[in-house]
């Protein structure tokens, strides 16, 4: 759509200007890690508040997700209209693989998934609080579970293929 197009040629982009970036190298096999999922999809379980769509930037907040979670009873609330929702409400494993990684699991593939999962809404226009605030939040809690790696799932319209390990 003509609005979308105006909106992104207008769009402050920002590089990472961190160098080398934050990442870091696995110490022990995938297949004694603790995983945790983080999503952009705006994804919240029917007990949770939604994400709040009048916050003008962007809501920067995160939501929990249980591990132990039917993944058919989680919410999709996210505020974009410039996407297709209808492959996250066909199967929400699209943006939140956690049926997935349950396999893996199974399979032997990775060693345990962490007992929460993160979930963030897309679409932040001004990221700074995203950044400074709730981000380092987020770190710190995913750290004080001992959780190893951390896998990210952009919301739908971002994905190219099913992501796989």
Do not use: W
Not at 9 to 22: G, K
Not at 42 to 53: E, K, N, R, V
Not at 99 to 112: P, Q, S, T, Y
Request: aromatic share 6%.
């Amino acid at each position: 759509a003509l609005k979308y197009r105006l909106f992104m040629m207008a769009y402050p982009l920002s590089r990472n200007t961190i160098s080398p970036v934050p990442c870091s190298k696995l110490e022990k096999p995938l297949s004694t890690a603790r995983v945790a999922l983080i999503t952009t999809a705006g994804l919240h379980t029917p007990d949770q508040a939604g994400f709040d769509s009048s916050v003008k930037d962007g809501d920067t907040s995160f939501r929990e997700i249980p591990n132990g979670v039917a993944t058919e009873t989680l919410i999709e609330c996210h505020q974009s209209d410039a996407f297709d929702h209808s492959g996250v409400l066909a199967d929400v494993n699209l943006v939140f693989p956690l049926d997935r990684f349950r396999e893996l699991v199974e399979h032997g593939r990775i060693g345990a998934l962490n007992h929460r999962h993160l979930s963030f809404m897309g679409s932040v226009t001004k990221p700074e609080a995203l950044i400074e605030e709730t981000a380092p939040q987020a770190a710190q809690l995913l750290r004080s579970d001992g959780v190893d790696v951390a896998f990210l799932t952009p919301r739908s319209d971002q994905c190219a293929c099913r992501p796989s390990v």
